[in-house]
């Protein structure tokens, strides 16, 4: 698959048209900034990508970066929640270094193979598929239930690397105008127990 690209050992933007720039988002706001929730949007871009680059950064191990199942997130506007057994100086410092890391190049820290993105691609083309099954196939049970297994399997071959396109050019971004603020131990909108780091826009 040409988009699945390890964070430790290859850039999926090195063979692509498409190249970040540190001036993107602020030109953007510049430009356009009249539009409301613009900021917001360009922000909460950012913090995704620098949500996915902080777990990846945790998840290092001797061997490179391994994804760790116990980490998660959730962004917002103003920051992100981190979920899942890690201390307060090691998230930090986490967070520093996946900033580091976007600003040296490393843009691939960007994209998660466990992001909400991915099963939202995966549920979209599973739908899609089994209604034009539907529609296409005849109506017979046999027919219908063969379709809906084709739709099912065409979707999971799929929506992975849909859902890394999907991810690079819609739902993250790289955090170049992101400064840390606080990290304070807290809960989330459920309830669950969490960190949530803050950050503060800033322009590149």
């Given amino acids: 698959m040409t988009n699945s690209v390890n964070p430790a050992t290859g850039n999926l933007w090195d063979l692509d ?35 996915h680059g ?22 917002t506007p103003n920051g992100f929640y981190l979920y899942g057994e890690v201390n307060h100086l090691d998230l930090q410092k986490a967070v520093t270094k996946a900033l580091q890391r976007f600003r040296a190049g490393i843009w691939n820290l960007a994209v998660h193979p466990r992001c909400g993105t991915n099963m939202s691609v995966n549920m979209l083309l599973t739908t899609s598929f089994a209604l034009g099954t539907h529609f296409l ?39 170049f105008n992101l400064e840390l603020g606080q990290i304070a131990r807290t809960r989330d909108f459920s309830g669950h127990p969490a960190y949530f780091v803050e950050l503060a826009w800033r322009d590149s």
């Fill in 17 to 51: 048209w498409y190249r970040p720039q540190h001036q993107q988002d602020s030109d953007t706001l510049e430009q356009l900034g009249f539009i409301p929730g613009l900021k917001e949007i360009l922000m909460l871009r950012q913090v995704h990508g620098l949500e």
């Fill in 137 to 175: 196939l005849p109506k017979g049970p046999i027919e219908q239930a063969l379709g809906l297994l084709l739709a099912t399997s065409t979707a999971s071959q799929l929506s992975p690397d849909l859902g890394i396109l999907a991810q690079k050019y819609l739902t993250t971004a790289i955090p």
């Fill in 54 to 75: 902080t777990v990846w950064v945790l998840s290092e191990t001797r061997h490179g970066l391994q994804d760790n199942e116990n980490l998660g997130g959730l962004s």
